[in-house]
């Protein structure tokens, strides 16, 4: 599966944006979904994720409340809608793909087999 992440773009502190991630290929709703971000300087972190029928998602304590994950297997989209932006936000934004991750372990980048390009988040104070 290929991955295209979009969306990404400058926002002002407490700004929203959503990103889109499209895949190519059949059986989407066979993969968990998951959006990870890198900062400059720090590791790939896990931002939010969703199984592959939309029944169970998880999100990093940080994005709780703030960001949702969804999708439409139907157009074979994932999205991730940020509100309530902050500068620490400011990262490029990954979309991933996994075959059989469990709902106890969609957090875990190592789950995932397939990775679209980033797309950059700047949130700006």
């Known amino acids: 599966v290929q991955l295209q992440a979009s969306g990404g773009g400058l926002v002002q502190v407490g700004g929203s944006l959503r990103l889109s991630c499209t895949a190519s290929g059949r059986a989407f709703s066979g993969y968990s979904m998951g959006w990870f971000r890198h900062a400059p300087g720090k590791e790939r972190e896990f931002v939010a994720a969703?199984?592959?029928?939309?029944?169970?998602?998880d999100y990093a304590d940080s994005m709780k409340g703030r960001f949702a994950i969804s999708r439409d297997n139907a157009k074979n989209l994932v999205y991730l809608q940020m509100n309530s932006l902050k500068p620490e936000d400011t990262a490029v934004y990954f979309c991933?793909?996994?075959?059989?991750?469990?709902?106890?372990?969609?957090?875990?980048?190592?789950?995932?087999?397939?990775w679209g390009q980033g797309t950059l988040v700047t949130v700006s104070s």
């Open positions: 991933a793909a996994g075959v059989g991750v469990g709902s106890w372990y969609l957090f875990k980048k190592n789950k995932y087999e397939y």
């Open positions: 969703i199984s592959g029928s939309g029944s169970s998602t």
